[in-house]
């Protein structure tokens, strides 16, 4: 294993290109996530950002290129053993994935029971719980079936199942996808605790500019293609490629501008009264 360093990235990607026939999806992808940040991952529909995701986490095998993850790869994953790495990342995928005929303490119980199948019932039960809660929900969510959850819950027991190895590195495809912005904004607060308080790395895909504005530390944006920027908000303003220009600054570009002023406006009267 190579040795790595504090201020390594947490994931390189390098010449990218991912096809599924003859529809090339990625054609020279390259991308850098730095240790402890929220990376915001965009771009249009279609523009593969669940295939980049699934990419880096070894899931889809690319046509050429390179992924690094903690410094090691995970392209090729027929040759190599991703079991170490796996334990140190969480995923949530798109709607939540939840095994249906399993409650939700089962759910979260499902990757410590491959890692560490000895573990005693008691013990599982009892981090089950606590990662229940650590998300938010309620305790008595433990015992219940996904059916019986609303969307924004089934969103929690999702991330609680994909924090039950105490992961450093959080992939989240789409979190408030499907949630009321009350919802969605609660689910941002949650992600930005979350980071701040287990010292994750945050690899979240999403087409939510409130999401963006709220609790990202640089935007990765996808299109051609490609990433064709990678910075702050402000940074990429500052570019004229047109899609950029009309995400950000489109109708609902500029409600999320002046909802964060808004916030940061109520934040100040706040502090000075
Ligand atoms: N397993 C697969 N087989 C064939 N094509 C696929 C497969 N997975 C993804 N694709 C194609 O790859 C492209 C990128 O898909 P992907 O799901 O990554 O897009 P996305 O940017 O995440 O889109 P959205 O924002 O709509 O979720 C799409 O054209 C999709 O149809």
Known sequence: MRKTNADDPVIVVRGLRSAFGEQVVHD???????????????????????????????????????????????????????????????VLFQGGALFSTLTVAENVQVP???????????????????????????????????????????KRAGLARALALDPELLFLDEPTAGLDPIGAAAFDELTASLQKTLGLTVFLITHDLDTLYAICDRVA????????????????????????????????????????HTNEERAQ?????
């Not at 690094?68 to 969480?90: M, P, Q, Y």
């Not at 009892?126 to 219940?144: H, N, Q, R, S």
């Open 28 to 90: 020279g992808i390259d991308l850098s996530v730095r240790r402890g940040e929220i990376l915001g991952v965009v771009g249009g529909s279609g523009t593969g950002k669940s295939v980049l995701m699934r990419s880096i986490i070894g899931l889809q095998v690319p046509v050429a290129g390179e992924v690094e993850v903690f410094g090691e790869s995970t392209v090729n994953r027929e040759e190599i053993d991703l079991t170490g790495l796996t334990k140190r990342w969480g």
């Open 112 to 154: 410590i029971r491959e890692f560490y199948p000895d573990l005693e019932g008691a013990l599982l039960d009892e981090i089950a719980a606590y990662k229940v809660v650590m998300t938010g929900l309620p305790a008595d969510a433990g015992p219940k079936f996904p059916a019986e959850l609303s969307g924004g819950m089934k």
């Open 221 to 260: 944006v996808l299109a051609d293609k490609k990433v064709i920027a990678v910075g702050t908000i402000d940074e990429l303003l500052a570019l004229d490629h047109p899609w950029i220009q009309e995400y950000f600054k489109g109708p609902r570009g500029r409600a999320a501008i002046a909802t964060v």
């Open 269 to 273: 009267a706040k502090g000075s009264s």
